[in-house]
């Protein structure tokens, strides 16, 4: 263990049983609807879908240990499971799956869930990997000059680790004791890349040694393990102690998108490793090993979630697909002459 | 009223913007304590303070996507360029993500950011110290470029830029920073993005340009007149968007139409200009539209030979002038 990547300490904070139970919920809300988009997909009604199963974990335990009503969160695009932590309803997702009228984030120009959201302080922009990560150093950088109480999570892929952009921003980021927090989805894949064609080293957080501040690895389906990380970032980040970067180790349980076949590039024994390590079984485990939930229980979270998104998904298939009439709105503020 | 160079009228337009707009701050490479290498920040890091005068690594994709971060949270960047051969590793951040700001969230979000980016050659500064890049950026939806060629123009539309509610691209010919002067008013005004202005009213022919050649142009223009071509003088200021009005009352009215630039002619401004005036002046017009611009060659070269060889001059616009007139 190098002296900047930390694991996280015994005295860590401690997610309340309510609150496991809860988040596994969102967890699970998540996994069905994402099985949902999959299959509209396959049905030929979702152009595209890049999937978050295997990253539930991560990003619920990331979300919970922030404020989404001051923080920053500029995310990236396979973040459904964080979208509905932070509070986006199924029913948005689908709208922006299906490219429906009326999706909040982008009006249905975007890609599912890209854009901004009217409610919560979450941009996820662009597909042009790390392209956010000096965007949110410019958030944290304005909240740190009106000294203003907001941290910023900015959270990517392992990929997006090799853009220069991703260099850049943490090494700003350090100069400037940014309240930032780098959060590094690491499912070990770039498309089809693995890490050992991505880096030399085995871990991304041992990179945070070169801009002076702390990186952390943790085991990114540990529910846990990531909510404790993240409190001790968010807290650096509100004492003016600055950046921390979190490499979250996931697994990817799906291709790349579903355009994308891993078994062109995954061994059998590979496939058969990352899916022992999904992390909404690993968090029923837990809760039925501590008595948190009964199998009943957990049967019931899984039913209610499928009702929600049954719902949803017959709510919104019947909607229009955004119009051509507002294509050329929201170019710029004011209208550009007519030729 | 006093008069100063375009670089002055920057640096006032800045000071004065900041003084009135705290959300205003100023980033890039030597802003602070070196005041810019061509001192438009000069005594800024001593007014506004290092917070708002922020000096950054030699990193442009980290300058310009913090200044966009920092505009979507509520603030107004001046991001500064140092030279403009120096922003292609910030296309991305700039063609690729501020100019979908407001589209891509479909007004959720916009970026109130100002870009300015010292531009152009006859400077002896070779390839990477004297390239003109406003096509990618003209080329770009969302996106606002203005290239003012007098200090006057330059003030206005720099207030102009920095209190748009979206990205600007403001141009300033760095040829044109000490060599051109003129009277800037030192009350608060602004100037309109996208209107053209005419320089210099004439009758026979129009020139289209904007920039150094504009003063090239004019020139030329005075030394036409003396041979009985009278030239009207049209200056862009804007490049996106390009003032379709002006330039097709201008053309009807003179019935010729010379665009003149210092970027290569290949898919550029002037063919724009060029296919406006196609399609809107083609009963007018009395001769072809013609183009002046440099060989389609990379760059400007470093030698002054080789320099001379690639700019457009007064020289070079009479001749065209006169070619145009008998045509």
Partial sequence: MCS???????DSAHLSDERLVALYRTMVLSRCLDDRVWLLNRLGKAAIAASAQGHEAAQVGCVEATDPSKDHYLIYYRQLTAMIALGSTPEEMLRGFLAKEGEPMSGARQFPYHGAHPRVDMFNFSNVIAT????????????KLRGWDAVTIVSFGDGAASQGDAHESMNFAGIHKLPLIFFCENNRY????????????????????????PGVSVDG?????????TKVAVDRARNGDGPTLIEANVERLLPHTTDDDHTRYRSAEDIEHMSKRDPVKITSSLLLGKGLLTEAEDEAIHSEAKKQVNVATDAVESEPFAGVEKILENVTESTEPTR | MPELTLIEAIRETMRDEMRRDESIILIGEDVANRGGVFLATDGFVEEFGEDRVIDTPLAESLICGVALGAAVNGMRPIAEIQFADFVWPAINQLVGEASKVRYGTNGV???PLTIRIPYGGEVRGGLYHSQSIEVLFSHTPGLTVVAPSTPFDARGLLASAIRANDPVIVLEHKRTYRLVKGDVPTDDYTLPLGRAEIKRLGTDMTIVSYGLMLHYALQAAESAA????????????????????????????????????????AVSISSEVAAIIAEHCFFDLDGPVMRLAPPEIPAMPFSPLQEAAFMPSPEKILSAIRKLAVL
């Fill in chain 2, 226 to 265: 003396a041979e009985g071509i009278d030239v009207e003088v049209l200056d862009l200021r804007t490049l996106r968007p390009i003032d379709t009005a002006t330039i097709v009352e201008s053309v009807s009215k003179t019935g010729k139409a010379l665009i003149v630039q210092e970027d290569t002619p």
């Fill in chain 1, 4 to 10: 900047s990547k930390q694991k996280s300490s015994g």
């Fill in chain 2, 109 to 111: 979000k916009n970026a």
């Fill in chain 1, 221 to 229: 389906t540990n529910l846990q393990e990531v909510y404790a990380a």
């Fill in chain 1, 132 to 143: 956010q990560m000096p965007q949110a150093a410019g958030v944290a950088l304005s909240d």
């Fill in chain 1, 190 to 213: 770039a498309i089809s890349v693995p890490l050992d064609k991505q880096m030399a080293i085995d871990s991304v957080a041992s990179r945070a040694a070169g801009y002076g501040f």
